[in-house]
């Protein structure tokens, strides 16, 4: 009985040993993948819905994008439920730069569309994501003292 109990250890710690290295492996493979920018926001939303579930990769796609370039990406064709994505994503991943998620914050508000999803948000998203409007209200006020100047 002693026996069969130490060889049932054995197994379970070999095979625990073999899952966590089966599960570095993937990590350090995902983390070695170069994610490319998209051009469009097709290729962005193609590839953000591949990674849907894997937050990191995710993550990794929104930033091979430089925050400047989110209204050329974009254009006219940012959807909402999109839209709620990268904010939850900036809000919940980028806690540690928020240097960087401000400015990916503050030039989503510049896609040609935005004045009009924010329109289409429904109450409770709009209570969710107040930190957008703060930014696009910000973004308002400074392009109205600029324009005041």
Known sequence: MQRNNTTRKQEVKA??????????SRVKAIAAEKITAPNSAYQFEVSW???SGDN???TSLLKAI???????????????????DIIKCVATFFVEEMDLAVNYLENIT???????????????DNAEYSCI???YQSQRLIMLALCLD
């Open 49 to 51: 819905r591949g990674f």
């Open 15 to 24: 095979s625990v040993q073999e899952l966590a290295s089966r599960a570095a």
């Open 66 to 84: 430089s925050p400047s370039a989110l209204p050329q990406i974009f254009k006219n064709a940012l959807t909402v439920p999109l839209l709620l």
């Open 110 to 124: 510049r896609v040609p569309r935005f004045d009009t999803l924010i329109m289409f948000l429904s109450s409770s």
């Open 133 to 135: 409007n703060v930014v």
């Open 56 to 58: 990191a990769r995710q």
